[in-house]
């Protein structure tokens, strides 16, 4: 089989790496995130119908009038149809909705139009936050217990790493984010916690067992041993991903990119973040000594 | 001997098989989108004849029909699609009198047998389904009202400790007034006062032989008391509705004092207000003592029992939103009780209110705010109108025995049944103001069918594309795990449909996902297993080695992960807590197929048996 010199090019990458999260952090500050209607709120519009519509019809017309993040259903009755819009409220929505709406000859009344409030509260936002980062100190904790706490410093900076490059993605590019895109970026932690642990559990493995110093070695060897698993895993998810992505219509548009960056970096930051800064750390075999005596322990676990 | 597994390990499997595949098996029968025909009195009966009509009248308008039932309540007609619903409540409400209510209805379809073992499906989401919408008033008036309520109980206790004598207190609109004897009193009053409540603009009013200062509380104060009363509702009302995070609704605010709260999957009102619940408040006070002058205390009467009563201090200790949670159970001898949990700010009020009047009494009033339609005749046209009004009433009268805290308990109760429905009243009561139901309505699906198709769509293929994968690359092994992934999702779905999880679309594609990562666990072991075979193991040796050297990495990786999922838990509200319950769930889950279910068929098939290749 044919080896990769991963950790020969790590200089470049480092620069690659330094380079995405620079750009998102500054797009983040820039311009922040697009948010959605979930997060920010928006206009309720109810309007009445003379005769029952087609819903995709009144949804085309506002898409093509400009409006954003639109949601139409019935309400109540099948004349009657409720409107969320991503604009901000005043007093003209209404009327500019119904204007638009009785256009094309229908007989449109308007009923009501408010502003309603974000779906995701302060609350859900601080405590959110606060339970990341809660989470971020647990798994520190608990890798470092695990392996040591090189690791640990590695596996947080490839977290961080993923995050903040799929965040800047979406800030970049001005996309839509929703509910949806946030639990996509709590998968994307899963998934590059998941990558990252598997690639330094061979790591770790593979210095136990060699007999070389030449740590640059070992990591190669390590990585391109895992390779077949790395592209296997990341390639069936990519699949799934690239599915959802270009057929799965708008409600998963956001969800299924957000994953797909995220799932991308979060496999290159398993080798060039999390395992290249472990050589840049001055990863020791005396490091993982002491660790060597519960091993035998754990794989006898059931 | 290499690669055999214990009998009971297999019957293990067998069983957590069996349990989720009748605990997943409902949601093969999902409900189904009906229209209900009931009369309102009792001696107007439907018959087959109707129902005929009914059906007949529906497929000339297009609308397909299932099925048609009678039975003692009225006619079920399901439906085939639920975006016919309201057109077919429409035709069927032409055809019939003023007697008959047609009702929108999603009639369950899961076979008796299952229903007996409490197993039900999933619920469709807002997105996929729609459901009941629900528009909430808050009475703003009643949270300024219980804010000036607090004020003056605090200025009082003030006025008392620095012995200045006062004769009354006022409240009106948005302004406190309290009374005095003399000028002196009062000119003091406001020094003390003025510093510690700088929300209010502060007037002396000299009429008749008193004195009185005028409180009005500044238009900035009265933006931040309703905004916090209806945020507080928000979270109240979320938590009541969304317990675990899974149940995918709605709760926004909608226009300066209202809320709406979409509920998926439900389109009975009933049932949904029991989920969303009371609409009460709760005031917290100490009992009067003999000699209290009257202007401070007011009597009420208990809830259950009207000829009982009691007077009341006027001076309100916490109200209900400080409550943050309360449940029954019972005490070191076996008698039934109800423990009170209070946020941060409700403890300190409560140690300072307890400590200095152990042995008094304290209650519990329960405030319940109903509205009752009035019909009023205004030019000639009838018009209901909603009056609201007020219930109070003692729901607990208990002596302090110490100084209470943050968390308490409330004893010398009757009955188990009395503390279960005590401990509910004060979880109900837990909002910062009173909030009236003002609309109910039902909700078709916010996204269109073109829309819904499609996300389905894209989900069926994603997850045959990896079936493909697996079976392209590990080929009798990809079909081993593919088996697996097959049991991964019948786990899962029953898992979730235990919790009572609503689908949503982004959720159906957050599964399939999970599923295109939980063959990770497999892609390791085979990569580990063919990895072994090249270095020269033999076959029995290379799937032993293969399962035994990859579990470390599949534990770690599983266990980090499992552990960010049970903090996001712990700590996230809303999604972020569902997110984590579904993640955890699929992370078990996919544990056990991967390490315990392809283990158990790998060794079935090649187990001690003579192997000299694999297709791997």
């Known amino acids: 089989m044919r080896q990769f010199d991963f950790m020969g090019k790590r200089r470049l990458a480092f620069i690659a790496s330094a380079v995405m999260v620079l750009v998102s952090i500054i797009a983040l500050a820039v311009q922040q995130l697009n948010l959605g209607l979930d997060f920010t709120g928006g206009t309720l519009v109810e309007v009445r119908y003379a005769v029952a519509p087609s819903l995709d019809s009144v949804r085309q017309l506002l898409e093509n009038a400009g409006f954003r993040d639109i949601s139409v259903q019935t309400f109540g009755a099948a ?224 | 001997m290499l690669n055999r597994y214990p009998l009971w390990k297999y019957l293990l499997i067998l069983v957590v098989l069996a349990v989720g595949l009748i605990y997943s098996l409902p949601n093969l029968y999902p409900e189904d989108p009906a229209v209900q025909i009931s009369s309102t009195r009792g001696d107007v009966s439907l018959d087959e004849r109707q129902l005929q009509q009914f059906t007949s009248a529906l497929s000339e ?195 300066p004092n209202r809320i709406v709260v979409e509920l998926p999957g439900v389109q009975d009102t009933a049932a949904a207000k029991r989920v969303v619940g009371a609409t009460a408040n709760l005031e917290f006070r100490l009992e009067a003592r003999p000699d209290t002058p009257d202007i401070e205390t007011e009597s009420f009467e208990f809830r259950n029992n009207e000829a009982r009563s009691a007077t009341l201090m006027r001076d309100v200790i916490i109200t209900g939103d400080s409550v943050s949670s309360a449940s029954r159970s019972f005490d070191e001898n076996g008698r039934p009780q109800v423990n009170i949990n209070l946020d941060g700010t409700g403890g300190t009020l409560m140690n300072r209110a307890t400590r200095t009047n152990i042995g008094r009494n304290m209650a519990v009033l329960f405030i319940e705010h109903k509205t009752r339609d009035r019909v009023v005749i205004e030019n000639g046209e009838e018009i209901i109108e909603r009056e609201p009004y007020t219930e109070r009433g003692i729901i607990s009268l208990a002596t302090i025995q110490s100084a209470l805290g943050n968390s308490f308990r409330i004893t010398g109760l009757d009955s188990p049944t009395e503390a279960a429905e005590l401990s509910l009243l004060l979880r109900s009561g837990s909002l910062a103001a009173p909030i009236y139901f003002v609309q109910e309505r039902t909700i078709g699906p916010s996204l269109g069918q073109d829309n819904i198709d499609r996300g389905v769509l894209s989900v069926q293929i994603g997850l045959l594309l990896v079936v493909l994968f697996m079976l392209v690359r590990y080929k009798v092994f990809g079909l081993i795990a593919n088996i697996g992934l097959a049991i991964n999702l019948t ?61 470390t990495s599949i534990v770690d990786a599983n266990i980090t992960t499992l552990l960010v999922a049970l903090i996001l838990f712990s700590i996230g509200t809303g999604p972020v807590k569902g997110f984590a319950v579904t993640l955890s769930l699929g992370i078990l889950t996919s544990m056990f197929t991967a390490l315990l279910v392809t283990r158990a068929i790998v060794n079935l098939v090649y187990g001690g048996k003579p192997v000299k290749k694999l297709w791997i």
């Not at chain 1, 993923?162 to 800047?168: A, K, S, Y």
């Not at chain 1, 472990?278 to 754990?298: F, G, N, S, W």
């Not at chain 2, 006022?170 to 009062?186: K, N, P, V």
């Open chain 2, 61 to 255: 308008a297009g609308i397909e029909v299932t099925r048609g039932e009678i039975d003692s309540s009225g006619v079920l007609i399901r439906l085939a699609d639920a975006e016919d619903q309201l057109s077919a409540r429409d035709i069927i409400a032409d055809m019939v009198g003023d007697d008959v209510v047609v009702a929108l209805n999603l009639a369950e379809s899961t076979p008796g047998w299952l229903e007996s073992l409490s197993a039900s499906p999933m619920t469709l989401g807002l997105d996929l389904r729609g459901g009941v919408h629900f528009l909430l008033e808050v009475d703003m008036d009643a949270a300024l009202e219980q804010r000036l309520e607090v004020n003056a109980s605090a200025m009082r206790e003030m006025l008392r400790s620095e012995r200045i004598r006062y004769r009354g207190t006022d409240i009106e609109g948005r302004t406190l007034t309290l009374q005095f004897t003399s000028e002196e009193d009062r000119n003091a009053a406001r020094r003390i006062i003025a510093t510690d409540f700088p929300d209010f603009e502060y007037e002396n009013l000299d009429e008749g032989r008193g004195a009185s200062l005028a409180m009005t509380m500044t238009e900035q104060t009265v933006n931040e008391i309703q905004d916090y009363a209806i945020n507080q509702n928000l979270t109240t009302l979320r938590n009541r509705v969304d317990e675990l995070g899974v149940a995918e609704p709605m709760v926004q605010r909608q226009g």
């Open chain 1, 79 to 302: 004349n009657e149809v409720l409107i969320r819009l991503q604009q901000a409220y005043d007093d003209n929505v209404g009327e500019q909705v119904v204007g638009l709406l009785s256009e094309s000859g229908d007989r449109v009344n308007l009923v009501r139009a408010e502003f309603v409030g974000a779906q995701v509260g302060e609350q859900l936002r601080d405590r959110s936050g606060l339970g990341m980062l809660v989470a971020l100190g647990i798994v520190m904790v608990y890798v470092a217990f695990r392996f040591q706490y090189k690791f640990a410093l590695g596996a947080l900076l490839a977290l961080v790493h993923d995050v903040i490059i799929t965040l800047g993605v979406f800030s970049l590019f001005q996309i839509e984010f929703d509910l949806t895109v946030l639990a996509a970026l709590l998968a994307v932690i899963g998934y590059s916690l998941n990558d990252t642990i598997v690639v330094y559990d061979r790591i770790r493995e593979n210095i136990r067992k060699s007999r070389i110093d030449d740590m640059t070695q070992i990591f190669n060897d390590a990585i391109n041993m895992t390779l077949a698993r790395t592209l296997a895993t990341s390639g069936t998810t990519l699949l799934v991903l690239l599915a959802l992505l270009t057929l799965g219509g708008d409600m998963i548009e956001g969800f299924a990119l957000a994953l797909l960056v995220g799932v991308g970096v979060g496999t290159f930051s398993s080798i060039y973040v999390a395992s290249a800064l472990l050589l840049t750390l001055k990863l020791q075999r005396q490091d993982l000594i002491p660790a060597q005596k519960e091993d035998p322990e754990a794989e006898e676990l059931p």
């Open chain 2, 491 to 551: 786990l899962l779905i029953a898992a979730m449909s235990m919790l009572g999880a609503t689908l949503t679309l982004p959720g159906i594609a957050g599964i399939v996902l999970t599923l295109g990562m939980a063959v990770d666990a497999n892609v390791l072991i085979y990569e580990r297993i063919r990895e072994e075979l090249r270095a020269g193991m033999s076959v029995q040796q290379a799937i032993h080695a293969g399962y035994e050297r990859a579990f």
